[in-house]
């Protein structure tokens, strides 16, 4: 009767054991993926974030229209479901890609993405992604305009797709209506003084005329500050302007170079460019942020610190989801 009871013992041991590693197993194949954590690559490349920093700084110093680019690459990723480094990727011969669409038009400098990539591979290959770069070129980017230095999760893995068809869902566009506008930020968790924030980045750079011919032709706008529309007609000329032109108006005449809370005051004052930029001083559930960012500098600051971390953190790819891509205008399984 004991020897009996032993081998009980024992098998019911056997049974644990097994039924133990088993749910480990199962555990391990469905865990949740690893999430964003400050200074990612300390151990893998620890020199990672100083070397985006001396790229970014390298790039601005010998093309100083690169710091928007950084900036609104973090916006046009970020917001396309998945903060993936998916308007990074060239079209294939059945796909075309975000970067190249209608509604990316006036982007560039994707190059320099590439550029900082190839010094993060010869210090460590393979370790950093593409979506890091871009989301961490653009807080340095935003510092390099004047703006506030936005600690940064990073972590993120490369998306292999890039699809043109699904950004209609996803980005707002300029002259959509403020109920579209706020419910697609809200999508990501974003609120009314965030969004506010986000647009305030409408500081800097410059609006191509085809963005805002139609507030000009065949009559003026009248909504528009009578004072400004005269700059705006002399530098958009034509009522349909040459796409490949380089005609644009400058969003901020006062200073185009600088993030601040100038383009707060200029809304106000019926200066937007952008159908946006009006609906955005005139709303009432967006109006009483923007008079607190135009009197608020550091209130400004603050919310759009907030903002761009929300958008940074959108539904990344991490742990063993996506790939690091070698080369960033491509997925690894197309080079």
């Given amino acids: 009767m004991v020897e009996g009871e032993s081998m009980g ?35 893998t490349c620890p020199q990672a974030e100083d070397i985006i920093k001396e790229q970014v700084k390298l790039l601005y110093k010998r093309h100083k229209n690169t ?17 993936d480094a998916s308007l990074l990727l060239d079209s294939t011969r059945r796909v075309l ?5 209608d509604r990316s038009f006036g982007m560039r400098n994707f190059r ?63 002259n959509e209506s403020m109920n579209v506008v706020l419910e697609r930020f ?26 805002l011919v139609h507030r000009l032709y065949p009559e003026v706008d009248p909504a528009l500050n009578p004072d400004h529309v005269e700059h705006m007609l002399h530098k958009c000329p034509d009522a349909i302007p040459d796409p490949k032109a380089v005609q644009y108006v400058r ?35 967006t109006k009483p942020f923007v008079k607190k960012m135009a009197k608020s500098q550091d209130y400004f600051f603050k ?3 907030r903002a761009i971390t929300i958008l940074s953190e959108n539904n990344p790819l991490t742990g063993t989801q996506g790939e690091i891509r070698k080369q960033c205008n491509l997925a690894n399984k197309n080079r």
């Fill in 97 to 101: 890609s975000e970067k190249e669409t």
């Fill in 251 to 285: 969003n901020d005449r006062g200073t185009p170079m600088k993030l601040d809370n100038n383009y707060y005051r200029n809304i106000l004052d019926n200066k937007g460019l952008l159908i946006v930029d009006h609906q955005l001083a005139t709303d009432k559930r």
């Fill in 67 to 83: 710091a928007f680019s950084w900036l609104r690459n973090i916006f046009h990723d970020c917001f396309v479901e998945s903060c």
């Fill in 303 to 305: 919310e759009f610190s």
């Fill in 186 to 211: 809200a999508n990501i968790g974003i609120n009314a003084p965030g969004v506010v924030a986000l647009l305030g980045a409408h500081s800097v750079g410059r609006t191509h005329c085809v963005k």
């Fill in 9 to 43: 013992y024992r098998g019911l041991f056997f049974v644990v054991i097994f039924s133990l590693s088993a749910l480990s197993g199962f555990l391990a194949e469905n865990e949740e993926p690893a999430g964003l954590v400050m200074n990612y690559y300390k151990d």
């Fill in 112 to 174: 320099y993405i590439e550029t900082i990539k190839e010094a993060l591979e010869r210090e460590c290959p393979g370790v950093v992604s593409c979506s890091d770069i871009l989301v961490l070129s653009a807080r340095d980017g935003i510092v390099s305009l004047g703006g506030p230095y936005i600690p940064l999760k990073t972590g993120r893995r490369d998306g292999r797709k890039s699809r043109a068809d699904i950004l209609e869902q996803h980005l707002p566009d300029h």
